[in-house]
């Protein structure tokens, strides 16, 4: 019996070694829809199979909708995908299982399984949502989290007091590049709840009907390169996501050279400053600033100094090999600690 466990202690040690322990990522089913904290998975697990790695996309049901309408062939091609449902997954000791925050009703399903448990927190908002009162994601095993930005760190750390937090931000795809024909008089909007959009749309029409030859366009839900092309055509992005804990869209506007204009989240991402957007507090009030915007930039009145801090703000997102490196080196550090783990198991056997 020694022996045995000698053995799958030794099977496992030689798995970490050679990255062949599986990353299982689970995701949520978009039914085809377009869904940034999807696309972070997909680039995070892609990344790290070009590193060497063995991810798995998980998702819970068989008929699970692809991703290739949206986000790209390449990510079901190249990432093996699995469903929980009516198979038995194979997980051994050695492999890791990364869990989105939204599903924390999984996380006592599987709090006895002999592998690595990650939680990926992108909206700090869900977090507790799927938890009973009292509940932290260490009862259930999982003692290490990744999460977005600096002020989601914080945050978490201060609710689960007894996980390791750390930081990835996500990359911004090539796609979104500076547009090479003038923008026309379309207004982007992008918003958490479609309501919100609705909302903006018929407020400004009412409060100023000299302006409804202007064009909004509502941007939730498209591929990123429907996206790209429809962002590139607008004069103003606007953006309203009060639980938002990064915003991608913002950034993405930014890398096209399209101004943003928003209500600032209640958690504020890092990335937001008084130059690089038109950010305001009352979401009543953005009516008034968009036509602002407009007339100003109908006079050519605006200046466009502040392109140069979108620039600065964009170029941090941009560096997929840095994305890669990060990645890469981050679940370097997860498997080293592992991999200790398991050769003081083999240890204490000897």
């Known amino acids: 019996m020694e022996n045995e466990l000698k053995e799958k202690v030794k099977l496992s040690i030689e ?7 599986r990353l299982y990522f ?26 060497g ?9 068989n008929d699970y909708t692809s991703v290739s309408s949206w986000l790209g062939e390449e990510y079901m091609d190249k990432l093996p995908h699995k469903s929980l449902e009516g198979q038995n997954l194979e997980v051994s000791p050695e492999d890791f299982i990364i869990l989105p925050e939204i599903f924390g009703y999984v996380m006592d399903q599987i709090k006895n399984l002999p592998c690595g448990k990650i939680v990926l927190t992108q909206a700090y908002r869900y977090m507790l949502e799927t938890l009973q009162p009292g509940q932290t994601w260490s009862q259930f095993n999982f003692l290490k989290c990744i999460t977005t930005t600096e002020n989601q760190k914080t945050y978490i750390e201060s609710i689960m007091k007894s996980v390791n937090v750390d930081v990835l931000s996500p990359y911004i795809s090539d796609v979104f ?18 309501s919100d959009t ?6 400004f029409y009412l409060k100023y009907p000299q302006y409804r030859w202007f064009t909004f366009r509502d941007l939730r839900g498209l591929s990123e ?8 055509e607008c004069c103003l992005s606007v953006w309203v996501d009060r639980e938002s804990g990064f915003g991608t869209f913002p950034i993405e ?9 928003g209500i600032i989240p209640n958690m504020q991402p890092g990335w937001m400053n008084e130059n690089n957007g ?12 968009i036509a602002d915007f407009l007339q100003n930039w109908l006079e050519d009145n605006i200046n466009y100094s502040f392109l140069d801090k979108m620039d600065e703000t964009v170029s941090s997102f941009k560096n997929k090999e840095s994305f890669e490196q990060k990645a890469s080196k981050l679940f370097d550090t997860y498997i080293q600690v592992r991999l200790e783990s398991f050769e003081s198991q083999i240890n204490k056997v000897d």
């Open 278 to 289: 038109i950010w305001v507090d009352d979401y009543n009030s953005l009516p008034d600033f």
């Open 177 to 194: 590049s500076k547009r090479e024909l003038p923008a026309m008089p379309i207004v982007g909007v992008h918003s958490r709840e479609q």
């Open 26 to 51: 689970m995701v949520q089913d978009t039914k085809g829809n377009a869904k940034g904290s999807i696309r972070y998975i997909y680039q995070l697990a892609l990344s790290l199979k070009n590193s």
């Open 225 to 232: 390169l429907e996206f790209s092309n429809s962002i590139k």
């Open 253 to 261: 506007s930014m890398a096209c050279g399209v101004p943003v204009m």
């Open 15 to 21: 798995n970490l070694k050679s990255k062949k322990c």
């Open 53 to 61: 790695y063995n991810p798995i996309i998980l998702h819970e049901k």
């Open 198 to 203: 609705i909302n903006i749309i018929k407020s």
